[in-house]
């Protein structure tokens, strides 16, 4: 599976953004999508995932309420819209997947196997 990300850039406080990632390679089975960030002197965190069965979602405390993944299967593609962004949400954000994701491990950044590029977001006036 490789991944291909694009978005990103500069926004102001309060403003919004959408990060987009398409896959090449097989989608089935238990595949799920998600977008790891990696902010300056923090840990890197999964930020959001989907599972491409069901549609089951996960998102880390700070993007609940403010961010929304979702995905076009047709199109092997998932989009991370991110809204009311604030300087904290500031990160490279990396898309990942995996084809074997099982719902409790979804938050987990070492059980995705694939990566790509990193992209990154900056949120500053």
């Known amino acids: 599976v490789q991944l291909q990300a694009f978005g990103g850039g500069l926004v102001q406080p309060g403003g919004s953004l959408r990060l987009s990632c398409a896959a090449s390679g097989r989608t089935d089975g238990s595949y799920a999508m998600g977008w790891s960030r990696q902010a300056p002197g923090k840990e890197s965190e999964i930020v959001a995932a989907i599972r491409w069965r069901g549609g089951s979602t996960y998102y880390t405390d700070s993007a609940k309420g403010r961010f929304t993944i979702s995905r076009d299967s047709a199109k092997k593609t998932v989009y991370l819209q991110m809204n009311n962004l604030g300087p904290e949400d500031t990160a490279v954000y990396y898309c990942?997947?995996?084809?074997?994701?099982?719902?409790?491990?979804?938050?987990?950044?070492?059980?995705?196997?694939?990566w790509g590029q990193g992209t990154l977001v900056t949120v500053s006036s």
């Open positions: 990942v997947a995996d084809n074997a994701m099982i719902l409790s491990s979804m938050g987990m950044r070492s059980m995705y196997k694939y």
